[in-house]
Nanobody, 120 residues
Framework: QVQLVESGGGLVQAGGSLRLSCAVS????????MGWYRQAPGKQRELVAV???????NYADSVKGRFTISRDNSKNTAYLQMNSLKPEDAAVYYC??????????????WGQGTQVTVSP
């Protein structure tokens, strides 16, 4: 019912930038909230940023001022602009979206993840 595909990960030196994309497809009426999460080896998955349908945003304290989440509803795509990357930002980044498929029915989808590696 909903599929998400992340792209844009890669290797970057500390202080560099990356832009992640998350394309959402499937059968749904509307995309509600979208979020970016990350998970490093041996650590739990954590919320990085979230954006609502009305484009209200929230960020983890660790990325405030450095990361920006955005969305283009015409493309059913969310983005995560990551600047001033630090080695501790290295993780697999996952996109999540909550969509409404029918009245009063919502489902959540996850992407496969994209690897972000930051070298010192």
């Amino acid at each position: 019912q909903v599929q998400l595909v992340e792209s844009g990960g890669g290797l970057v030196q500390a202080g560099g930038s990356l832009r992640l994309s998350c394309a959402v497809s499937g059968s749904f009426f509307v995309i509600n909230d979208m979020g970016w999460y990350r998970q490093a080896p041996g650590k739990q998955r954590e919320l990085v940023a979230v954006i609502t349908n009305s484009r209200t945003t929230n960020y983890a304290d660790s990325v405030k001022g450095r990361f920006t989440i955005s969305r283009d509803n015409s493309k059913n795509t969310a983005y995560l602009q990551m600047n001033s990357l630090k080695p501790e930002d290295a993780a697999v980044y996952y996109c999540n979206a909550e969509v409404t498929i029918r009245p009063n029915v919502v489902v959540k989808g996850w992407g496969q993840g994209t690897q972000v590696t930051v070298s010192p």
